[in-house]
């Protein structure tokens, strides 16, 4: 048992890291058309929300980088926290010690709250072009940051707090 809550510990003791999902979380994205993607992120007990939500903004850059486009609109997007409650049993160890009485000690039990942060967002990849735009007058744009994104600003914007 102690092992077991070793190897969980050491798991779960740091914030999950950018990587494709796994045991401790990570992102995971599904192509929806051409040019509609769908990316999700969940983290573990030690992720914040902030950091979940990076994690589906620099892979959709890193999506509009690798298919050559330019901007990336954020479609649709939600966030959630799960929480899990995990029990222990409490323990009794009793001693029998010959011409005394026993003694009982009491060990453990009690439970914990576990709030895990997940994210979705659906995203289309777009051209300048398809914008009637360029980079210079989408970033003077009111919706820029909020619905259009430069996929190579973001990137390097991202990619050096959330890779290292």
């Not at 060990?107 to 942060?117: A, D």
Request: a positive charge; glycine letters at 6%.
């Amino acid at each position: 048992m102690k092992k077991v809550l070793l190897i969980f510990f050491l798991i779960f003791s740091c914030s999950t890291p950018y990587q494709k999902q796994g045991f401790a979380g990570g992102y995971l994205d599904t192509q929806l058309s051409a040019n509609t993607f769908r990316i999700s992120a969940a983290g573990n007990a030690m992720t914040s929300m902030d950091r979940i939500q990076n994690m589906i903004l620099l892979r959709a850059s890193e999506i509009t980088l690798e298919k050559r486009y330019d901007v990336f609109e954020i479609i649709n997007t939600s966030s959630r926290i799960t929480s899990s409650v995990f029990s222990q049993p409490q323990e009794v160890l009793t001693t029998h010690t010959p011409g005394q009485a026993p003694s009982s000690a009491t060990y453990g039990g009690g439970s914990s709250t576990v709030h895990k942060p997940q994210a979705d967002m659906t995203i289309k990849i777009l051209k300048y072009s398809d914008l009637n735009s360029n980079k210079e007058k989408l970033e003077k744009s009111q919706d820029y940051g909020r619905k259009y994104f430069i996929a190579g600003e973001t990137y390097k914007y991202l990619s050096q707090s959330l890779k290292n």
